[in-house]
């Protein structure tokens, strides 16, 4: 069973900064992607970033030039550096690890809150 616990969630004025982390419990972690979502109050979930097992990244247009997401495999551990914050990007923020195969599994973390102040 594959475990994600994220940290550094909190309360930030806006134009802030803030650094999220997810822990992973895995053997796997190394060579699957990883990366983040979010999900505001009746909005659905939506991509922020995504970082391959190589390193190639994805950011969703409203993030990017903001954010920046790493990945540490030594550590089981995936980033997401958040600058100039935006009261837009307030919402839970969930660490996701994707398994292609043998079938497609996403596995989940339990969420941190971020809010921006305007």
């Known amino acids: 069973q594959v475990q994600l616990v994220e940290s550094g969630g909190g309360l930030v004025q806006a134009g802030g900064s803030l650094d999220l982390s997810c822990a992973a419990s895995?053997?796997?972690?190394?060579?699957?992607?990883v990366g983040w979502y979010r999900q505001a109050p009746l909005k659905q979930r939506e991509l922020v970033a995504t970082i391959s097992s190589g390193g190639s990244t994805i950011y969703a247009d409203s993030v990017k030039g903001r954010f920046t997401i790493s990945r540490d495999n030594a550590k089981k551990t995936v980033y997401l550096h958040m600058s100039n914050l935006e009261p837009e990007d307030t919402a839970v923020y969930y660490c996701n690890l994707r398994r292609e195969s043998p079938i497609p599994i996403h596995y989940w973390g339990q969420g941190t809150q971020v809010t921006v102040s305007s």
């Open positions: 895995t053997n796997i972690f190394s060579i699957n992607a």
